[in-house]
């Protein structure tokens, strides 16, 4: 009996998907459970897995295709194959022992070798005049071919001409055309046309939305990351040591961001229709770079996380986004957006927003400049911080002030730890 396997429900809002890669094909024997393709979402790649043990009875969509939440993908005969796949489990047969070869005649090299023709000694080309010698080696005429008439076996220019002639010379090849015809190469040869992933496409609209639909602009600051990170170098073992996850900047900033917005809660609204959503809740997504674009999974209600527990959801997080592994509830509800573009060595940049937040912070490399403080100029590790903001719902006063909250805590560590 044929059983259907169908798109499985993939989340609000989602309704369908594209067949990313086929795992099986028809004909296999699968087991129950057993991954069978992979289908590619908006926002996550998810596997569909057999649901009963059988033979693939066939393929009802190819890859590349696009289903529907409850569409068939492929048909499983239920049972099917277990008795072949119990039969294979048994003693192998026996294999015949092998014929004996024939005996094969030893290869005869064909390629041309330079004139070998007579017998004895032949010339004494060391010996003999420059004229000969040159004339031997361009004509690659070996000295056992030539009949010298000088004294002591020396070869004249005369015998090494009569050496040549006596040698039929070789049959003329075809001519080979060139690999590459004369002249540039059309551009069509040098371009690879891939069709575009389903998350690529999304990726593509949603920010040339965020540019069409809202008032973007980015304003800029820039912090002193000392204290950080003599803190950080402080207590980075300790805090391994006790929460297992590794210190990094990201909690900090997480930390002054969910500052900033308590502050100036413009920075964490949306515009939904008439109306402006202010979100008393602080779910901040993060930017995390795959090999299939970017994805924004979102660590839920940071403000009532420690660092610690920070520092290991971006970190889960972080490992399931490169792993293909985060969900549709992973990706969705975020109410600001962090981006750390620093990893990659850029110095500034200009994030863009991630509908429908009104504002991403971006973050950037940490550089050695010189900085005047107290009157002295001194060598600090500087970052550049770039907020960009929906101008509809956020003031450029309202932008300013949140980077410059989020620039003193960061500089001042210890406002975070007492929440001041």
């Keep these: 009996m044929a059983v259907e396997i169908k798109v499985p429900a993939l989340g609000e809002s989602v309704t369908e998907a594209t067949v990313a890669k086929w795992l099986v094909k028809a004909g296999d024997v699968v087991a129950i459970d057993q991954p069978l393709c992979e289908l590619e979402t908006d926002k996550v790649t ?50 015949a022992p092998p014929k004996p070869a024939a005996a094969v005649p030893p290869a005869v090299h064909t390629a041309p ?26 004509k690659e005429v070996a000295a056992s071919a030539i009949q010298p008439t000088g004294k002591d076996g ?15 010379a070789p049959s003329a090849a075809p001519a080979v055309k060139p690999a590459v015809p004369a002249g ?22 949603r920010l040339k939305e965020a540019q069409n639909t809202a008032a973007m602009l980015t304003t ?11 803190l950080r170098e402080r207590l980075k073992a300790d805090f391994e040591k006790k929460h297992g996850a590794r210190l990094g900047f990201m909690s900090f900033f997480v930390k002054a961001c969910i500052a900033g917005l308590k502050e100036l809660p413009a920075v964490n609204a949306e515009i939904e229709g008439d109306e402006l959503v202010y979100k008393n809740y602080y779910d901040i997504g993060v930017a995390v770079g795959t090999p299939n674009g970017l994805v924004v999974p979102v660590l839920r209600d940071a403000d009532v996380l420690g660092f610690g527990e920070i520092e290991k959801g971006i970190a889960d997080l972080g490992r399931k986004a490169r792993d293909g592994k985060l969900s549709i509830a992973d990706l ?18 200009t994030p863009i927003l991630n509908p429908p937040q009104s504002g ?11 900085m005047v403080v107290g009157g002295e100029i001194k060598v600090r590790p500087m970052m550049y911080l770039a907020l960009s903001y929906d101008h509809r719902i956020i003031d450029g006063r309202e932008a300013v002030l949140f980077l410059v909250r989020v620039k003193e805590c960061i500089e001042d560590p210890e406002r975070l730890l007492l929440g001041v």
């Excluded at 066939?58 to 068939?72: C, K, M, P, R």
């Excluded at 020396?154 to 039929?168: F, I, M, N």
């Design 113 to 138: 070798a330079p004139v070998m023709a007579g017998v004895g000694p032949g010339a004494n080309l060391a010996a003999s005049g420059p004229a000969a010698r040159k004339l031997a080696e361009e």
């Design 154 to 168: 020396r070869a004249t220019k005369a015998d090494v001409l009569a050496a040549l002639q006596s040698v039929p």
């Design 360 to 370: 991403i912070l971006g973050m950037h490399k940490i550089q050695q400049r010189p």
């Design 46 to 95: 998810v596997e569909v897995n057999a649901t009963v043990a059988g033979t693939m009875a066939d393929l009802a969509v190819a890859e590349g295709a696009t289903v529907q939440v409850g569409g068939v993908l492929c048909h499983i005969e239920a049972g099917a194959g277990a008795a072949a796949s119990s039969a294979s489990a048994g003693p192998a047969p026996v294999a």
């Design 332 to 349: 969705t509800g975020g109410t600001f957006t962090i981006s750390n573009g620093g990893v990659y060595g850029s110095l500034m940049s």
């Design 220 to 230: 800029f600051n820039e912090v002193d990351m000392t204290n950080v990170m003599a």
């Design 184 to 205: 540039p190469r059309p551009r069509a040869d040098r371009e690879e046309r891939v069709r575009m992933t389903r998350l690529r496409r999304t990726i593509a609209n």
